[in-house]
């Protein structure tokens, strides 16, 4: 059975009760604990997973990594006391989900600056982590790459000092052209389908966790832009965490 995922419904979850549906052996000694509902985000779309603790009484299970499996199973890994049945607490770790979230928003709003440009990119791929941020997208730099950097910098600050109250929707893939200048054909479809509303205009396809507002992103960097062979990468850094 699919695990519920909380935190597609939640922008701040980091807490919840859930009960242990399975614990298995791995072959590197750590156990691997399902559960029927979690708020603990499993790596994905370029945004890593959370850590934290699951309490059952005077047990702890110590949270060290999080996947998502095609059956959209959620499975924790990890050591510590944890028994099939029990009622559980969840407890993420709340430094480590603020910090990917951060990162994965600026993303956003990387592309949500070069929507505002009229830059003629098509969005690709993306990495959000304090070692590697950028995005991807298909189509050349039209003209001088450090002037094209300035410029979106600029407007990426305007958008933070706008501020924004972000909203979630749950949608079919198939209406979500209707918010979104880009839907990617590969949409996973072991979760449930939503979008972000970062303004009326600007709505992305993602199941990642987001800020409720994008000023909470802090000051955002463009660090380098590179351009070859028609795929250019727009590299950024969030100010404390990269």
């Not at 519920?4 to 979850?13: I, Q, R």
């Not at 603020?98 to 949500?112: C, E, P, Y």
């Not at 955002?220 to 965490?241: F, M, N």
Request: glycine share 10%.
């Amino acid at each position: 059975m699919a695990t519920e995922l909380l935190y597609l419904d939640d922008f701040d979850v980091l807490t919840a009760q859930a009960t242990v549906m399975q614990v298995s052996e791995l072959d590197d000694g750590r156990l691997d604990v399902e559960l029927d509902r979690t708020c603990f985000y499993p790596r994905g779309g370029g945004q890593d997973w959370d850590t934290g603790v699951i309490r059952s009484g005077g047990d702890a299970f110590t949270v060290d990594e999080v996947r998502l499996d095609e059956n959209g199973v959620v499975h924790h890994l990890g050591a510590g006391a944890v028994s099939e049945g029990a009622g559980v607490v969840l407890e993420v770790d709340g430094e480590r989900r603020s910090m990917n979230t951060r990162l994965h928003s600026a993303g956003h709003i990387v592309d949500l600056a070069v929507e505002r440009l009229g830059l003629p990119w098509v969005p690709g791929k993306g990495a959000h982590y304090p070692h590697m941020s950028f995005v991807e997208y298909s189509g050349e730099v039209p003209g001088d790459i450090e002037e094209t950097r300035q410029r979106i910098e600029r407007e990426v600050a305007a958008v933070i000092a706008t501020g924004s109250s972000n909203e979630i929707r749950f949608m079919p893939v198939s209406e979500m052209d209707a918010y979104c200048r880009h839907v990617p054909e590969n949409i996973p479809t072991n979760k449930p389908a939503r979008i972000v509303l970062y303004n009326e205009t600007f709505g992305v396809p993602c199941g990642g966790t987001h800020v409720r507002d994008v000023a909470d992103v802090g000051t955002l960097t463009i660090t380098k832009i590179k351009s070859k062979k028609g795929v250019t990468k727009v590299s950024y850094a969030v100010e404390g965490l990269n």
